[in-house]
């Protein structure tokens, strides 16, 4: 038995599943019957109920008149069946019907080499001038944004959008179109579309493939979209990946995007240079020079110098101004190779801003001359670096570490040793008896080395001069930690502030470990981060494939103070290797981190063992000490405007990367301005905003969205007296270098293979009708599902209370009317 009531429909929910509900009303005993003799027996009772009813009032009532007893036998009869709905035992229930929609997953390629242009064959490469390019992200980001794309795909299907690129993941999920909700449904795409800009090292498209897979419903899901280049360059092969989606209903439809001609060409795809020299001193500047097309033809390239102020705003297809230092002629390599062109100098006389930059003069057959020239910021530096070198004892890195400075006719060491006694004698040009006593002696110093130094012999208005120091005059501070001081210090909370100057938390008291020097009986390696890798004072060697060479056979160090946790703003560039029979933690200790502190530069070992470096290359070791140094030092060197200065982490970025530039120490009233010119000359300006992380300072954040040169200008004020001036260099990849064509034959493949079709635009977006075919041939996998709710509680009791109202009633009625019959 069943009835149906109004359904009650749900708009769709966050999940994008619609929900309609009926209520099925049914009777719990004649659900019960299992036999098919069940049914007829039930009915046969009730009959023989129904008849003896009637055949006992026929002779009960013979000598009352007929219309006294027909009544009667009804009341008895209507009593009988109230007791019959008891027995039936009616219930309600909800009936949920589910309908999950159809889904199209949009897979979005966001690695480095989507910042490439998209169409570059020869006759569209000499039409359009390098800043009017249309790069390969472009194009995808015009097909989502500014066309029916996606309009299409949600008439019939959700679209959930994925990027990828060393990692994968879900970044929106778009509801199904709706007319009953097309006036209120709106989506905030820009939330989305801003996580595809390219910035990845890597292209896994196999990997991404394989996550849609396990991410996605398999039951409701119609298809992949691919938008790539096809340049995958890590993980899983994407036959492989496209054999498993094959398995599947689900079909991969690729969108390729590039060209598989590349015009003949000649770049320069990095440029080295130290960023700072000293007068006179000798050094060397190298650029990498990347061809198509050109092999073996012969090119000219220049190096040229130019004052900085004219070089500010100058693209990378502009002439500029300056003198020719050098110049050298050079076979071009074969397709997709680095050639390096290294240029040795004697040196740089006046001190000051200088801008080298280095000029490919190509053959004639160069279809783009937008990209011949990269140029970098070099600071002729005429006074020494000043170092105050503190140390606990005389260690083997204290006595290595200032053997190198020492030799090193930048820097002016002094030395204050907490075990040296009075009128001993050092190798330094001072040795001091206590911590400067003055705000004025502190600031003599540009840096200052901390190897497990006794912070105990500090007196409160020493800690705060140096803070002090470190945040208001940029100060470089490096703290090398120890196993002898360090825990002394670390039990005291006096020492809050010098704590706080460390870029790591570090524990005090009973939960601090130190791994001793003699626990470990092998050496732990040191796993370098993405931005240690880039961080070119750490590089052992002038480019970053030698130094990673060099690192990887530097079997590692014996200790390192067991914190895992940086603080908030800083960088981690290196961790110990995992060893879990030294109870280390999950992601290992960190042993090299850095953060700036106020307008100050702050750098953090994890012990002193750098000087086992030398086993490797002694010459790498002084290298790196040297460069540690200059990199702490680089807030006082380079402080620019006495009103302002920028700090930028580092002067290298990967596509892709965010890049914030700090504001320190403008003056009060005063609203900087910050600019970027990128490569191609266009200027844009960054908003600038409160640094979240330094009290009174401020800072802009924007993203390198393509290689070369950019320059960051900050103005004080706006007559541009006052205006501070940084270079950066933003480079691609290795890998993303590899492969810059479309790969139209892997794309072909996976489409094939999975059941697909692929699509190769030519324009900046895709077509009215490709948009309808790929509409058109994804089958709609939407389906619906029913699910039985738990029994209405309050249904049942009102029945039963109905049920037994109308019983009593019927026989009470029955009563009355026999005892007027006079009946008994």
Known sequence: ?????????????????????????????????????????????????????????HHDAAEIPRWKGIPLAFLRIFAWTILLFGLLDMRRTAEHEITFPSRVAVLVDESASMTLAANTDSTTASKKQPEEATSRANVASNILQNSDFLSALRKTHEV???????????????????????GNATDNAQDWQEKLLPQGSETRLGDALLNVLRGEPDESLSGIIVLTDGGNNAGVDPAQAASKVADTPTEVHVIGLGSERLP?????????????IFPGDSFSITGYLQSQGLEGEIAQVELLEAEAEAMIGASSNETPGGRVIDTTEVQLAADGELLAVRFDLD????????????????PSADSNSGDNLEAADIEVVDSKTQVLLLSGGPSREYRFLRNVLQRDQSFAVDVLLNSAPSGISQDARKI????????EAVDEYDVIIAIDYDWEELDPASIARLERWVSEDSGGLLFVAGNVFMQQWLTNRRFEAIRNLHPVELRRGEQLLLTPQLAATDPLPLRFSPDGNDSEFLWLSTNPIASQTIWSEFPGVYACFDTAVAKPGATVYARIGRNDGLGMSREGPIYLAGQLYGSGTVFYAGSGELWRIRAVDSTAHER???????????????????????????DRYPVGQSVTARIMETTSGTQPKLEVITPDGQRITVPVASDPVRAGGLQGSFVVTSEGSW????????????????????TLPDRELIQPKLQRKTLSQIATATG??????????????????IAAILKDRSRTEYETGENDKAFKKTLNTLLLGIGIALLSGEWILRRLAKLA
């Not at 990199?631 to 982490?649: C, D, F, Y």
């Open 711 to 730: 320059q960051i200008i900050l103005t004080i004020d706006d007559t541009q007296r006052e205006r501070t001036v940084r270079r950066i260099q933003a």
């Open 432 to 439: 001091l008896d206590s911590f400067p006593v003055s705000s």
């Open 160 to 182: 959930s959008v994925w990027s990828f690129s060393t990692n994968s993941q879900k970044i929106a999920l778009l509801p199904q179109e709706s007319p009953s909700l097309s």
């Open 1 to 57: 038995m069943m009835m149906r009531f109004i359904p009650n429909t749900r708009f769709p929910t966050p999940f994008c599943v619609a929900e309609r509900i009926e209520y099925r009303v049914s009777s719990g005993l004649l659900d019960s019957f299992s036999e098919w003799w069940h049914m007829p027996v039930f009915v046969a009772c009730i009959a023989t109920v129904v008849g003896t009813v009637l055949w006992i009032y």
């Open 264 to 276: 003949a060409n000649v770049r320069v795809a990095d440029l080295l240079s130290p960023p700072r």
């Open 756 to 773: 697909g079709l692929a699509w190769f635009p030519r324009g900046e977006t895709l077509s009215e009708t490709d948009i309808t075919k």
């Open 347 to 362: 040196g740089l006389e006046t001190p000051g801003s200088r801008v080298l930059a280095i000029r490919v003069i190509p």
């Open 624 to 650: 790196l000490v040297t460069q540690m140094v200059r990199h702490v030092a680089q807030g006082r060197l380079l402080r620019g405007s006495s009103r302002g200065r920028l700090i930028l982490e580092k």
